[in-house]
């Protein structure tokens, strides 16, 4: 991608190619350091600005978290929420003292260095140091990029990020499912990302809460309910040292599956047999399918 970079950039250059540029569409990448300004504090605008403020912070905690979730399927690693949130909310609590906006964890760079390489956090210091390289020394020659160079390899980053073949599997789900995905893909392209995270993340939890309320039921206690439960008790069974039971117990949905996730982080005291009881889970969604 570097390479393609350059080489573009370097065409535009030498041939005198009539393409949009960073310079001709922006006007080029300040230089030097921004100054520090501390804002006037107004109280009479907190109110107005809270509703905004709040929604600006929930879209960049779940942008940055499903920038967490994409590059965790990409590597194979787990992300710790909290640890992104409290430096998501630091960074932006100091950003703006330099004239800077909210800013949110962005799925394009995080797979763009991902398949470039990167295998640690350090990747991520790496990519702020060598913008704040281009931002001091190489301001006036990024204004030559070209925008096509720019958009090609973001659209080579979005093929490769699209995990095509998860898409048979979505396709055999309930039809709820598919249709909050559509909604999602959909609005990605149609409008754009903030508004199909919003729909996306609204949609699944108005099924949540629907799924929730299914798993109630109110019935009486007969004696054939005591004695077709006989067969599912675990007490007067034989369990051999080679099986272990991991049970879920109630509705396993999206919101639940980091519970999972956590109690089969550590394998090694499991047995080498592991039977996973699902006769008390009362709910299940495409998320916690595809968890399990």
Sequence with gaps: MIAALFAGTLATAIFNLPVVTIGSRFGGIPTGFPRMA?????????????????????LAAI????????????????????????????????VPLFGGIPAAGAIARTATNIRSGAHTPVAGMIHALTLLVIVLVAA????????????????????????????RPILRLSGA????????????????????VEVG????????????????????????????GWLHILQDKHLPEYVTILRIHGPFLFGAIQ???????????FAPIVVMRLRNMSALDATGLHAI
Excluded at 67 to 80: K, P, Y
Excluded at 143 to 150: Q, Y
């Design 38 to 58: 501390i804002p006037k504090f107004r109280a009479d605008l907190i109110l107005p600005l809270l509703p905004s403020a709040i929604t600006v912070a929930l």
């Design 63 to 94: 942008e940055s978290l499903l920038s967490a979730v994409v590059a965790d399927s990409m590597t194979g690693d787990r992300h710790d929420s909290s640890v992104e949130l409290v430096a998501q909310g630091v960074a932006n609590v100091v």
């Design 140 to 167: 006036p020659l990024a204004r030559f990029i070209p925008l096509v160079t720019l958009a090609a390899v973001l659209l080579v980053v979005a093929y490769n990020m699209g995990e095509w073949g998860e898409i």
């Design 177 to 196: 499912d598919i249709a909050v995905w559509w909604a999602t893909f959909l609005l990605t392209v149609m409008a754009d990302l903030t508004v199909a």
């Design 201 to 228: 993340m609204v949609l699944p939890s108005l099924l949540y809460i629907y799924r929730i309320s299914e798993t109630t039921t109110v019935s009486t206690v007969t004696d054939q309910y005591i004695e077709d």
């Design 259 to 269: 519970k999972l996730i956590e109690a089969t982080a550590d394998l090694t005291p």
